[in-house]
């Protein structure tokens, strides 16, 4: 005698509103999970017994509420609680009361299917039925997925009064793959905090962040596709409507920007980097910085109109910010004399480059206190826009 295992589910799955009536065969990779020799049958399990000297018999029983199912030879058989290989031993021992050599095989044709609930932040919430060996990734898959505004981080399977936290980030899909899904099993998918992110990022958008997280913000720059190589990490801004001024963050000093939870509302502007041209240049203003650039790269894209290089004043974004009244300059038309054609003066996110023109150096702008305290503050003005 053999047992052989032919595994169908055929059911009704009930979500939301929407009624499923066609039979729902299960899916290879669930039945590669099912160890079926060791699994137990239970109530709506359907079998299959094929009598082979008795091949117009009927073939098909479902166990039925009480765990058992009547079959013309061996009466009412309890099945329920028993593996394939225990139920081919009790009809054995009643088919030899009817039948002198009895050859047969049982096989189960149909799961009986349970029944969990998914609720909160998926594509459609409700009650879905699910045959053994579903996987939580399964039943998610059921319920169309997670939400625009899912909580990756905060959802929960509540089973018999208890909570299990689960990952549904990149991490943690492995586990959910792995973890199988009980009977009245409630998945519940948490709302995340829906941050705007904008500037110098891949794709621009609204997303969804974790109540969890611990650097929110770098976080939602991630969702947004990542910061551009143009994006000005050190003054990104968190702009919040219950207040009055944004709030600046240095995403390069990790201490402090974990200092900052996002709220729901939030926008995150990613600014571009750029430096400041101001005096005797072509264009004066905001220059993007896109690489790492020196000081004269920076005049070389501005242009000069006019001007002196005897004196080029840089004023340091760094110093302006901590209130240091600091400035450098560059005598550049000596360095150029002297055959040095590149002067290795970096200039980063926010310094400012003033050039004064023929006219300003001659009137002695290094010794005049007064117009180098006016360069100071329009760097101070320009740093807080």
């Known amino acids: 005698m053999r047992v052989f295992v032919g595994l169908l589910v055929a059911g009704c799955v009930l979500g939301g509103l929407y009624t499923h009536t066609r039979a729902q065969p299960v899916p290879s990779h669930i039945l590669e999970r099912l160890d079926t020799s060791k699994r137990l049958l239970q109530p709506g399990d359907q079998l299959e017994i094929n009598i082979f000297t008795l091949p117009e018999m009927e073939k098909k029983y479902q166990i039925r509420a009480d765990g058992t ?3 013309p030879f061996a009466g009412d058989v309890p099945a329920a609680g028993k593996t394939l290989q225990q139920l081919e031993e009790t009809l054995r021992l009643r088919f030899k009361k009817e039948l002198r050599k009895p050859a047969f095989r049982v096989g189960v044709t149909a799961l009986a299917e349970s029944e969990a609930a998914v609720l909160g932040e ?3 919430q409700g009650k ?3 045959a053994p060996g579903t996987s939580v990734m399964d039943l998610l898959a059921q319920a169309g997925g997670l939400g625009d505004k899912a909580d990756r981080d905060g959802a929960v399977i509540l089973r018999g009064g208890k909570q299990i936290a689960l990952d549904m980030g990149p991490s943690g899909q492995s ?5 199988m ?7 519940y998918v948490n709302r995340g905090k829906r941050v705007g ?14 109540s969890k ?3 929110s913000v770098e976080d939602a720059v991630k969702a947004a596709g990542g910061a551009k190589e143009t994006a000005a990490l050190g003054r990104v801004q968190i702009i919040r409507p219950s207040l009055a001024k944004p709030i600046e963050v240095d995403l390069l000093n990790p201490q402090t920007a974990s200092k900052i939870v996002l709220e729901d509302g939030d926008m995150v502007l990613v600014p571009a980097r750029r430096a400041i041209l101001l005096g005797a240049v072509s264009k004066p203003g905001n220059l993007p910085l896109v690489g790492s650039e020196t000081l004269v790269d920076v005049l070389g894209q501005a242009g000069l109109a006019q001007a002196e290089l005897e004196a080029v004043v840089v004023v340091r974004a760094a110093d302006v910010l901590a209130g240091n009244d600091k400035k450098e300059v560059y005598n550049l038309q000596s360095s150029f004399a002297q055959g ?3 002067v290795n003066v970096p200039i980063h996110d926010g310094d400012l480059v003033f050039v004064p023109s023929k006219e300003q150096f001659q009137g002695g702008l290094l010794g005049n206190g007064f117009q180098l305290m006016n360069i100071l503050f329009m760097a101070r003005s320009l740093l807080a826009i």
């Open 340 to 342: 040095q054609a590149m």
């Open 175 to 179: 586990e959910l793959a792995r973890m």
């Open 122 to 124: 998926v594509r459609q």
């Open 197 to 210: 992110v904008s500037g110098e990022v891949q794709d621009k958008g609204v997303y969804a962040v974790s």
């Open 128 to 130: 879905f039925k699910f």
């Open 213 to 215: 997280s611990r650097n």
């Open 69 to 71: 199912f009547y079959h």
């Open 181 to 187: 899904v009980q009977a009245g099993d409630i998945l």
